[in-house]
């Protein structure tokens, strides 16, 4: 088994063995995306046709797949087979199937597969990965993992996935980037395609940039929510609460926001005491971009305040969830005005 990143290393040099059989999985959908189209552009070089796709589900005929990986091509000698399993659940039948199609493969060790099968799943738990079918594949073919980003370091993954559309993106534009996709490597790749078009090959990208280019999009609005209260523009919090509402955006989402900024406002309450401010800003990863928020924030109130906003933040939780009872919906948002306010204030 090897990461999706590594798989990926040896497309782009141009060293990847040919196998009878590959399994992607895993939770990262940009990176199953990127490995599966990278293998289809590779295969595709070399003379195999893509046909059919199929899907499994609950009541899927493994036996129809069985006879399309034996049956000749009037077309080509060489094909890829596609198959769908988003749950990673063969059953007896796919379990068969695929340690059929392992064994008689490696019978022909040696020779380029003329049918590849080519496997497609989300994440597989430990039990599954340590399932028959699964090992199969890792004996017979190669069995490739799509991992998220660890949070330290999707900033430097954004550098250098910039690099590859032409842009060269600067240390707090790729932190403001990595922000505001949360960890999402689509929405990321998305906004570094945009750039591409807008700006020149060889582009430098500030944080302003990163920050002007997302300002119109409902999902970025919520970060702009959050400087308004840092900053102390309550009004302005207040009418962007209002749109992020009338928009859709529903309140455990909003929520989130306002939790994870007090949160880090009690942290470095706490860092404070112990540090010069600068260093606790470096070691809660705040860069200079927002530093002058933050910083706004800390000097109208001490620790003990963003304590008591943190312990609101979870009674709007606990009526959300049902847990503490409400007289309807709009107690939720009575709450978050409130709560946006007296951050604000």
Known sequence: ?????????????????????YLFHGEEALFLRDCVDGLRQNLQSQGYLFGDRYEVDAGFDWQSLQMETQAGSLFSEQR???VSMPKGSPGTDGTKFIQDWANLTQAQAGMPPEVIVLLECEKLDSRQLKSKWVSAIESAGLVVQAKPVPTQAL????????????????????????????GNLLAADQELIKLSLLYPANS????????DSVVDQAHYQLFALATSMLLGKSDHAQQMLLRLRQEGLEAPVILWLLAKEIRQLVELSQLRQSMPLAQAYKQLRIWQSRQNEVGSALQRHQGDYWQGLLKEALQIDLMIKGIRKTLDAEEVWMGLTALVNKIAN
């Open 155 to 182: 900033p430097g993954w954004c550098q250098q996935k910039a690099v590859q559309y032409g842009l060269q993106l600067e240390p707090e534009a790729a932190a403001l980037l990595a922000e505001r996709v949360e």
């Open 204 to 211: 430098s990208i500030n944080a302003q940039i990163i920050a």
């Open 80 to 82: 890829v087979v596609m």
């Open 1 to 21: 088994m090897i990461l999706a990143s590594a798989f990926l290393n040896q497309l782009q040099q141009g060293t990847v063995d040919l196998k009878p059989i």
